[in-house]
């Protein structure tokens, strides 16, 4: 159980982020409610993501596959809505599945294709994202910029899954220049699968970029869903 005092500080600090998005959006010149906020829980315990769900945050994502079937079992009763937002191997794709809606890390047509075998096995349709490496920096994971579009044409047209969009983790920089081109390209590979028309692209309208301290610049660059850990929860628990 989390006290009363904890429950209420996530439940503000959720109030003061989803403020800061509401500007942004405004801010951009788009129309209210365009942006998601997802509640990055990485090592953070059951009971402070139950608070965070129950003040109203529903859309969960976590990192890691270990911490996604953990918890799972233990926020069902809530159902939030749970993306992996986080690295997945080949072999972990049969763990994730009973635990979440949308895998926001393909960035494989090998990892595709396994999610896809899964869900049709499973009898379901599995909503997934190809994540991006906008920045080129080794210690992301993704795939390049130049080949995404390729990858997005491969996998929307794979049964079992649903292309939803596409996902990327922001440059570290603290030249806000550099952070919204690397957004701004994962928008321009967007519009580009959704305007190809290709077969499966049709619902490739999402944009995962963003957290605590860029969600400002992602949301000016088009984001529809920004990705929020520290913000809310506070500084992070070593795993
Ligand atoms: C941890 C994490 C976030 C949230 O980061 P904060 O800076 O704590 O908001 C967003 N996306 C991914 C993929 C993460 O791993």
Request: charged share 20%; aromatic share 2%.
């Given at each position: 159980?989390v006290d009363?005092d904890?429950?209420?500080?996530i439940a503000a600090?959720?109030a003061?982020?989803?403020?800061r998005v509401?500007?942004?959006v ?6 209210p ?15 402070l993501v139950r ?24 926020l ?10 986080g690295?997945?191997?080949s072999?972990?794709v049969?763990q ?7 895998v926001?890390t393909?960035?494989s047509?090998?990892l595709?294709r396994?999610?896809a075998t899964?869900?049709?096995g499973?009898g379901r349709?599995l909503?997934v994202?190809?994540?991006?490496n906008?920045s ?7 795939t390049?910029?130049a ?6 044409a ?7 899954l649903?292309?939803?969009g596409?996902?990327t983790?922001?440059a570290?920089s603290t030249?806000?220049?550099?952070v919204?081109?690397g957004?701004?390209?994962?928008r ?12 499966g692209t049709?619902?490739a ?7 605590s ?7 000016a660059?088009g ?6 850990g520290t913000?809310?929860f ?5 795993p």
């Amino acid at each position: 159980m989390v006290d009363a005092d904890a429950a209420r500080g996530i439940a503000a600090r959720l109030a003061e982020v989803r403020d800061r998005v509401a500007e942004a959006v405004d801010a951009a010149g788009r129309a209210p409610g365009t942006v998601h906020v997802l509640l990055a829980t990485k090592t953070q315990p059951l009971a402070l993501v139950r608070a965070a769900v129950l003040a109203g945050g529903t859309l969960i994502g976590e990192n890691r596959v270990q911490e996604l079937v953990d918890k799972g079992p233990g926020l069902a009763d809530l159902s939030p809505e749970v993306h992996l937002i986080g690295h997945l191997q080949s072999n972990k794709v049969n763990q994730v599945l009973p635990w979440t809606t949308c895998v926001q890390t393909v960035d494989s047509i090998e990892l595709a294709r396994r999610l896809a075998t899964r869900a049709l096995g499973a009898g379901r349709v599995l909503d997934v994202m190809v994540q991006v490496n906008v920045s080129g920096e080794e210690s992301k994971f993704g795939t390049a910029p130049a080949a995404a579009g390729d990858l997005a044409a491969r996998v929307a047209e794979l049964p079992g899954l649903r292309l939803r969009g596409f996902m990327t983790v922001g440059a570290r920089s603290t030249d806000e220049r550099i952070v919204r081109s690397g957004y701004a390209r994962l928008r321009d590979i967007r519009d580009a699968t959704v305007g190809s028309a290709a077969a499966g692209t049709a619902d490739a309208t999402e944009l995962s970029m963003g957290m605590s301290g860029d969600l400002e610049a992602a949301i000016a660059e088009g984001a529809t869903m920004v990705r929020v850990g520290t913000a809310v929860f506070g500084a992070r628990p070593a795993p």
